[in-house]
């Protein structure tokens, strides 16, 4: 599996446990494990809701207007991936990051997703310390 089909595995992921409300590890688990998904994906999901709280307070820092409850479901779960990969997996360039999330704001999301999004990580990516 790709790295972007990987990142679409886990949109979808974020976007379901986001809907449910549970973002507990054992439910977690049983999603990712009903999903037939490899221990890669399974353990970056788990990285992600374990982090959640620091990832979402980090976008509502940069939100103008806003409040993370009020992002739509699909442009929230695209920010909190991406800014886990900006914040924990720095091995990834900054750009790829958000040229993908991009992408996927614009295929998942609504028709001036990809703007807002862009704005939020170009601002969170400021913030930690990864310009663009």
């Given at each position: ?39 890669i994906t399974v353990d970056k ?23 993370v409850p009020r992002i739509a479901v699909v442009d ?57």
């Amino acid at each position: 599996m790709g790295k972007r089909e990987e990142r679409e595995r886990l949109l979808r992921a974020l976007y379901s446990i986001d809907i449910l409300g549970d973002y507990g590890e054992s439910s977690v688990r049983q999603f990712a494990e009903k999903n037939g998904w490899d221990q890669i994906t399974v353990d970056k999901l788990l990285a992600i809701a374990a982090k959640r709280v620091t990832i979402d307070e980090s976008i509502a820092q940069n939100l103008k207007g806003w409040t993370v409850p009020r992002i739509a479901v699909v442009d929230r779960s695209v920010l909190r991936l991406a800014v886990y990969e900006l914040a924990y997996e720095q091995q990834t360039p900054m750009k790829v990051v958000i040229s993908e999330a991009i992408e996927m704001a614009k295929k998942y999301g609504a028709k001036d997703s990809f703007q807002f999004v862009n704005a939020v990580l170009d601002a969170i990516a400021r913030q930690i310390g990864r310009s663009v």
